[in-house]
């Protein structure tokens, strides 16, 4: 059901009458007169990076334990399929890779399937760290979810019933998606006239020029850079910047428009000395499709979803740290790297060595980050030293 489609959303000048400062309730700006493909399965990719952003002046030497923790980056990869049973949306997303993301004995689950029922949790590889190999072994029911075992499939599961506001989400996700398909919020697009004289009746500035529009309050102010097809929103609590969303497009011929490629999240925040800093998330989306092969959704042969992995311990240690490596028959290369992002060693490890023992000693009190390569994959852990 792949056909043209033509919309009006009256639902964003009702949202910018009632802006507060929540990301929850910035406006979508999905509004004015939009045509495009109506797509009933798309596949596509992410990659997450969490990280924050100071400035050069910051004391790093008065900073908490906790808050130099916050200077280690969060990385994740995953594959995402949208499609339609029984007209109701279904959104399946597989991580194949992450960083720092969850702890190393955390299992991810193999699959995760968000629907009308809620969100399962499917497991369908042992997990060492488990005594049955999986989250909940031995457990039918959680603070929150029950578990049970997919019929079709045997696969053992975990399933959490949506909460209301979670449920009231999904229906109005599963609401536009019905009627404009799962292109809808992800399209570039510039409102129209009436729109912007809408705004005007209300209050807004408008400011139009050849290469880019503008519209601000007090509140907010959302503008489009019609050369480089950004959308960039600032939302400000008492003449503050209290949060910044840049949305970047890039042009797909196979669905003939600029679908969204990347977003950036910028949220100012303040360490307990008083020093500035910005929580900065970056999500890319790419490889837009139609459909999704099987193979390559659910059994990705990216290289960094290799089992290697390593152990550290004692953590917070004093003179010398115990290094363990799991599923590696490789030769690796570990580097001790300071929260600044300064290698300060490096080892060759050989690949038949299955641990080694780093003397850190000489390492000042602090934060820091240990990395390892090998098998083309990194992985990396902090320590703290005392």
Same mark, same amino acid.
């Given at each position: ?23 929850? !309730? ?5 509004? #004015? ?58 959104? !399946?997303?597989?991580?194949?890779? !992450? ?16 629907? &009308?029922? #809620? ?43 949506? =909460?209301?506001? =979670? ?28 729109? *912007?004289? !809408? ?27 019609? &050369?480089?097809?950004?959308?960039? @929103? ?20 196979? *669905?003939?428009?600029?679908? %969204? ?9 303040? *360490? ?51 290094? %363990?490596?799991?599923? =590696? ?10 929260? @600044? ?32 390569? =090998? ?12």
């Amino acid at each position: 059901m792949n056909k043209i489609i033509k919309y009006f959303f009256p639902m964003l000048v009702l949202s910018i009458i009632g802006i507060v400062s929540l990301k929850s !309730q910035i406006p979508g700006l999905e509004n #004015g007169n939009v045509s495009y493909m109506n797509v009933d399965e798309l596949c596509y990719i992410t990659n997450t990076v969490e990280k924050i952003r100071v400035a050069n002046d910051v004391n790093i030497e008065t900073l908490t334990n906790m808050e130099k923790v916050k200077f280690t980056s969060t990385e994740y990869r995953k594959n995402h399929h949208l499609f339609f049973e029984n007209n109701n949306y279904v959104h !399946q997303i597989k991580y194949l890779y !992450q960083d720092n993301k969850f702890p190393k004995w955390y299992k991810v689950a193999d699959l995760i399937t968000i629907d &009308n029922e #809620g969100i399962k949790s499917y497991y369908f590889e042992y997990s060492s760290y488990y005594t049955d190999g999986w989250p909940g072994s031995g457990k039918d029911t959680m603070q929150f979810g029950i578990y049970g075992n997919d019929p079709r499939t045997g696969k053992r599961y975990y399933h959490e019933n949506h =909460s209301v506001t =979670s449920q009231n989400a999904y229906n109005s996700k599963n609401y536009y998606f019905n009627e404009y398909g799962f292109l809808y919020g992800k399209v570039y697009y510039v409102p129209n006239s009436r729109y *912007f004289q !809408q705004l005007i009746n209300m209050g807004y500035t408008v400011t139009s020029t050849p290469n880019s529009v503008i519209i601000s309050n007090s509140d907010i102010t959302i503008s489009w850079d019609l &050369n480089k097809k950004t959308i960039k @929103k600032e939302i400000y609590e008492g003449g503050v910047l209290i949060y910044t969303i840049i949305t970047k497009y890039v042009y797909y011929p196979e *669905f003939g428009e600029d679908l %969204r490629s990347e977003i950036t999240e910028i949220t100012p925040q303040n *360490f307990e000395n008083g020093d500035c800093y910005e929580d900065v998330v970056i999500t890319e989306f790419t490889d837009y499709s139609f459909g999704c092969d099987d193979e390559i959704e659910f059994h990705s042969t990216d290289s960094h979803i290799s089992n290697f992995n390593f152990v550290i311990d004692p953590n917070p240690v004093k003179d010398e740290l115990n290094v %363990r490596f799991t599923n =590696s028959n490789s030769k690796k290369v570990v580097e001790i790297i300071s929260i @600044k992002g300064d290698i300060l060693a490096t080892y060759n490890i050989d690949m038949k060595n299955t641990s080694t023992k780093i003397n850190v000693s000489n390492l000042e009190s602090g934060l820091y980050i240990l990395r390892v390569d =090998s098998e083309g994959k990194t992985v990396s852990e902090k320590f703290i030293k005392l």
